[in-house]
């Protein structure tokens, strides 16, 4: 008995000291920021640069910085698009909601889901200046 017990505790040491050297598992990567924009032409001057959901009351969140990297003032006009799990839309669209961002600019967009049923968005941009496809 004491043998087993002794085979047990070197097999549970061994294996204690393997797991301690395992190198950490980096998180999966999420969906990126392209996959969530539709961007009606190619927008020259200003950028996505940060995109956050999360889930908080049952309602999607959603925060996006925008930052203009022209010295330049840049009109944007930006709406939601809300889908649920399968894709389809589950809001009526959206008015066009202006924006101004100054020169060097950075500023955020948030929004809050209408509906409990939203499990996903696009975010659709505009912007006067914008390159056509």
Do not use: C
Request: glycine share 4%; aromatic share 10%; charged share 20%.
């Amino acid at each position: 008995m004491k043998r087993h017990l002794y085979s047990l505790g070197i097999l549970l040491a061994t294996s204690v000291h393997a797991f301690a050297q395992a190198p950490e598992m980096a998180p999966s990567p999420g969906p990126s920021i392209a996959s969530k924009l539709e961007e009606q032409g190619k927008m020259d001057y200003l950028q996505v640069t940060d995109l956050r959901a999360t889930k908080r009351d049952n309602l999607l969140r959603i925060q996006a910085e925008i930052t203009n990297t022209h010295a330049g003032n840049q009109q944007l006009y930006y709406r939601f698009k809300w889908l649920d799990r399968d894709g389809f839309s589950v809001w009526d669209e959206e008015p066009w909601k202006p924006m101004t961002l100054y020169g060097n600019q950075k500023q955020f967009i948030n929004a809050i889901a209408p509906t409990f049923k939203a499990a996903d968005f696009r975010l659709l941009l505009q912007s006067p200046n914008n390159t056509a496809n």
